[in-house]
């Protein structure tokens, strides 16, 4: 067959070739072993949390080896294409931190010398390398109806890759003969274009994935769509050609495009292209009500949507190394070794990535990131607590921003030169709830059912407790004095001030000195647990502790009665 003929029946308005583009693009001047990275989401009108994971280590990749990483939208699935979708994925990015340095940069932007970065704006492109593949004999038409669904079906497949199966691969149309062709095109019938594979099955071949590691694969033995019948290529012609070229080093994806990689690479080989390296990234799961493993769902999980920890005022950092923590799980450590340092300082290893995919685990975010806002400055977390309630809580952004000083100093009790900082707040959320009894505009409406006092104390000792303690506070003593007075009440009612001789009898007395702060600490705070009280006493000011402890001496007195 004249393949040349062939290509210009099937493609007369395309007057390029390959070498236009690749004169147009020319390969990058980059340092030896710098990796071009990419991210390409289909606009869906959200950034899954596994679409930011890949993105942190193209990132990575690319950052740890002064390379590029950048944006490509594919978004040439119109099925799927969803108004600002691309601006959406490029802001969630950039709000994490793991922002392009080219390519696709929303409010149609674009920054680079390789774009279009957009798919649908190539697709002139995209035909002349299919032209191409027709000219090289190696591509074909296929007049079937709807023959662009069966890559669709194969693809799904995924979990069959690396059985035997008999199915049949290649599709008749790759027999027909350039008079047939031309009858059809006469017809004006639409075509789809194929590769004509000359794979087999059972044929194996080893590759060696830089998550996966070395596998062994079968070849690839499908005749896959290179064009759609509506001249829209899917993904597997156009990532061969953005990312060959744009120049991409090392592509990061899903593990779902791993069945497809024996076609994609019979592709380039086709082509007579470079192969790239790949990356394949497990899938972020969860265990559902029913404790099964299933993949974090968009559908069915909020936290597939990165916009969720936004809203939920989780620190992007938090976010961020909870995502490295899956990559790597020794950064962990690393973390607890470094508490201070930034991330970026952590020799992430793309090889160190797991094969298996990874379990979500909310906990487990809200323990690093704990942990991480406990090395926050008092004003940081000022910052970042007003800007959030700005957004999400507006009435307790007006209590933090007409109490900044007493916030500033709740924000640096048992956080700053301490060794063991305070680990309570999460994310942004939480601190209206742990820390209301700072705000009085809050605590005026406290709800007395939700002290945590216990009852090991009855209520008249606490109420001597209380009794005994409201002519000694002053804000003005220094701790020692502060602490010796809440001692000198424990003999004389009953209870130990020395914390030793208590737990050697604990009998001989109705509590200790640490009972009597807890019982001070509920009566002015209704938690069992809070930040140094001395602190907290002084940050609620005299008028305020005394009125509070009379308040508790009334509560409780009228729960005796
Ligand atoms: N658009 C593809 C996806 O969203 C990109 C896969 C890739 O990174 O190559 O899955």
Not at 165 to 177: A, G
Not at 345 to 364: A, H, R, T
Not at 433 to 456: A, P, R, S
Not at 490 to 504: A, I, N, V, Y
Request: aromatic content about 12%; overall charge neutral.
């Amino acid at each position: 067959m004249d393949y040349k003929k062939l290509a210009n029946l099937l493609f007369p308005e395309i007057n390029k070739d390959i070498n236009y583009y690749f004169e147009k693009y020319p390969k990058r001047k980059l340092e030896k072993n710098a990796q071009v990275t990419r991210i390409a989401p289909s606009p869906t009108g959200f950034l899954h949390l596994g679409t930011a994971y890949g993105a942190l280590i193209d990132f990575l990749v690319a950052k740890k080896s002064n390379g590029v990483f950048y944006m490509r939208l594919e978004d040439t699935d119109q099925k799927r294409e969803i108004e600002n979708a691309g601006q959406i994925a490029y802001d969630m990015l950039c709000y994490y931190g793991i922002t392009p340095n080219e390519g696709y940069a929303g409010n149609n932007k674009q920054v680079g010398d390789y774009g279009n970065y957009i798919q649908s704006q190539r697709i002139e492109i995209y035909k002349t390398f299919a032209k191409h593949l027709v000219e090289i004999g190696r591509a074909f038409p296929c007049f079937c109806e709807k023959s662009e669904n069966i890559e669709d079906i194969l693809n799904r497949r995924s979990e069959q890759l690396e059985k035997t199966e008999n199915i049949e691969t290649k599709d008749p149309c790759r027999n027909l003969t350039y008079e047939q062709i031309e009858e059809n095109i006469k017809l004006g019938k639409p075509f789809a274009l194929r590769l004509l594979s000359k794979g087999n099955a059972n044929n194996t071949f080893e590759f060696d994935d830089l998550i996966k590691g070395k596998r062994i694969l079968r070849e690839n033995d499908k005749d896959i769509v290179l064009l759609k019948s509506n001249g829209i290529p899917p993904y597997s012609l156009a990532h061969l050609v953005d990312d060959t070229l744009m120049g991409t080093t090392l592509v990061v994806r899903g593990e779902e495009w791993y069945s497809s990689l024996p076609a994609h690479l019979e592709l380039f080989d086709a082509f007579g292209f470079p192969r790239l390296n790949y990356a394949h990234t497990p899938v972020i799961c969860k265990l559902d009500e029913q404790g099964n493993k299933r993949k974090l769902s968009k559908r069915k999980d909020i936290e597939a949507d990165v916009r969720y920890y936004i809203e939920k005022g989780y620190p992007k950092q938090s976010v961020v190394e909870y995502l490295l923590n899956l990559l790597n799980s020794d950064f962990e450590d690393w973390r607890l070794k470094n508490p201070t340092l930034n991330y970026f300082d952590f020799e992430f290893d793309i090889s160190k990535i797991g094969s298996n995919n990874p379990m979500f685990d909310i906990l487990k975010l809200e323990d690093i990131s704990k942990n991480i806002i406990s090395y926050y400055p008092a004003q940081q977390i000022y910052d970042e607590v007003c800007n959030w309630t700005k957004q999400y809580d507006k009435n307790f952004y007006k209590i933090l921003t007409n109490n900044k000083e007493k916030c500033l100093e709740l924000f640096s009790i048992d956080r700053i030169n301490t060794p063991k900082p305070r680990k309570d707040i999460a994310k942004w959320s939480d601190i209206k709830n742990l820390y209301n009894y700072v705000f009085n505009e809050l605590y005026e409406n406290k709800n007395f059912n939700n002290f945590e006092f216990d009852d090991k104390i009855t209520n008249e000792n606490k109420i001597a407790v209380l009794k005994a303690y409201l002519p000694l506070y002053s804000e003005n003593d220094d701790k020692q004095i502060w602490f010796d007075k809440i001692k000198s009440i424990c003999e004389p009612l009953g209870f130990c001030s020395d914390m030793k001789t208590f737990r050697k009898s604990p009998e001989n007395f109705l509590g200790s000195v640490a009972d009597i702060s807890g019982i001070i600490r509920i009566a002015l705070t209704g938690r069992k647990n809070t930040p140094d009280l001395y602190f907290i006493s002084k940050l609620l000011g005299q008028a305020e502790v005394l009125k509070r402890i009379n308040e508790c001496i009334n509560l409780l007195s009228n729960k005796s009665s």
